[in-house]
């Protein structure tokens, strides 16, 4: 009987769920000296993981897989250089699970506190990011969950050696293995399996391509987050400043390996002058930018490819930017609503009104005005958190997944 026969899914999150108790009453200095372990671990064993990154790179060419998900793919000293960086910078953050909050009393009979625990068991579905494999087991040894790993076909090798770094991390700092399990990337164990029955997974963190997050979404039964990147959208106002649109928009593509806030699709009204338009289309080009448009400014502009009705809520994860004429501010909020996946949305302008009116209307988890919408994992979260990717504004944690989001809050209540 091969590995995937023997393998079974109701032991295997099981054995999670105990070793997550075991985590969430571990003393913060001991999680602390768990990613200390691994960044040695991965320091140590770098070669062995590019090596076999290697062997997914070449797999993954004679499988046609689309140079998006191969640059997601790839490993470099450098990425994992930055993940080590990362990894040290976790763990002088501060305890997430010592956060108290007072309850207070008028809310209550009696006086009480809220106090941050662990969800459990994460279960993280993606596809190529073998870093970010290890980044959120991280993320869950510093917030006390197990996390279960369920990796594409296209990072089979290089998920087997990360596998074995967080395993040999846990030996090291006598913690159970079962934090953190490497699931079947083959048909053995689809995502329905995983998702869909009730096993007790407390979280469902999909991450990749639209397709696959539509579909961890669509059949899970467990609480999951609805994580997004691309189509965030931008609306240049009259007053806004042509070479700060341009900076905003080149710079949110520059994201990497994944542009999570690429600026993919521009409002504008029929103000704005042609000059500054030739202006910010010229440059673009220049940077190798695709430009499209709608029906009016397609007709109008030659050199603008026509959009279809589809494109306008779908990300493309390329160098395509998309334009379209709205009446004004109000007709740009209304559009946004409906069509961006609601993570980073933006604005140039002058007016303090239009910041604020926008700042008021628009339904995204963050607003960027003025200001480049570029995601850097690497960067400061809320509360000092690192921060994975984003999540859309319908989640069940929106905005950057951080620290915070492994995390749930119970009211206390007391009397002595």
Request: a negative charge; aromatic letters at 6%.
């Amino acid at each position: 009987m091969d590995a995937a026969q023997r393998f079974d899914l109701n032991t295997t999150v099981h054995q999670a769920d105990i070793a997550s108790q075991k985590l969430a009453r571990l003393p913060h200095q001991h999680r602390n000296r768990l990613l200390g372990c691994l960044a040695q671990v991965l320091q140590d064993r770098q070669d062995d993981l590019l090596e076999a990154n290697t062997i997914d790179l070449e797999v993954s060419r004679d499988l046609a897989i689309p140079s998006l998900v191969l640059n997601w793919l790839k490993l470099t000293p450098e990425r994992l250089q930055t993940l080590r960086l990362m990894l040290n910078q976790l763990a002088v953050i501060s305890d997430p699970l010592a956060i108290m909050a007072c309850i207070p009393s008028a809310c209550m009979v009696a006086p009480g506190y809220a106090k941050s625990y662990p969800r459990g068991v994460v279960a993280f579905i993606y596809e190529a990011f073998p870093d970010l494999a290890l980044l959120l087991a991280a993320m869950c040894w510093k917030t006390g969950n197990s996390l279960l790993l369920k990796g594409g076909v296209e990072t089979q090798q290089s998920n087997q050696v990360v596998a074995e770094l967080l395993h040999e991390a846990l030996t090291q700092a006598d913690l159970p293995i079962a934090s953190v399990q490497s699931l079947p990337c083959d048909r053995n164990l689809s995502i329905a399996n995983l998702v869909a029955g009730d096993l007790p997974i407390d979280l469902v963190i999909p991450y990749g391509r639209p397709s696959l997050v539509q579909q961890v979404v669509q059949q899970s039964n467990l609480p999951a987050l609805q994580s997004a990147m691309g189509n965030c959208y931008l609306f240049w106002s009259d007053s806004g400043s042509t070479d700060l649109a341009r900076s905003m928009i080149v710079s949110s593509h520059q994201g990497f390996p994944d542009s999570v806030n690429a600026i993919e699709k521009v409002l504008l009204t029929p103000n704005i002058k042609q000059s500054r338009l030739t202006l910010l289309w010229s440059s673009l080009k220049e940077k190798g930018f695709e430009l499209r448009g709608d029906a009016t400014l397609a007709a109008e502009f030659p050199e603008l490819i026509l959009a279809t009705k589809e494109e306008w809520q779908q990300p493309y994860l390329q160098k395509i930017v998309a334009f379209r004429m709205v009446d004004d501010l109000a007709d740009a909020l209304g559009w946004i609503n409906r069509h961006s996946s609601h993570h980073a949305d933006c604005l140039v302008t002058d007016s303090y009104q239009d910041s604020q009116q926008f700042i008021q209307g628009v339904r995204s988890a963050q607003v960027f005005i003025n200001t480049s919408p570029q995601f850097l994992r690497q960067s400061s979260g809320p509360g000092g958190s690192l921060a994975l990717g984003l999540s859309s504004a319908n989640s069940v944690a929106p905005g950057v997944i951080s620290l915070d989001t492994l995390l749930t809050t119970k009211q206390i209540v007391q009397t002595v």
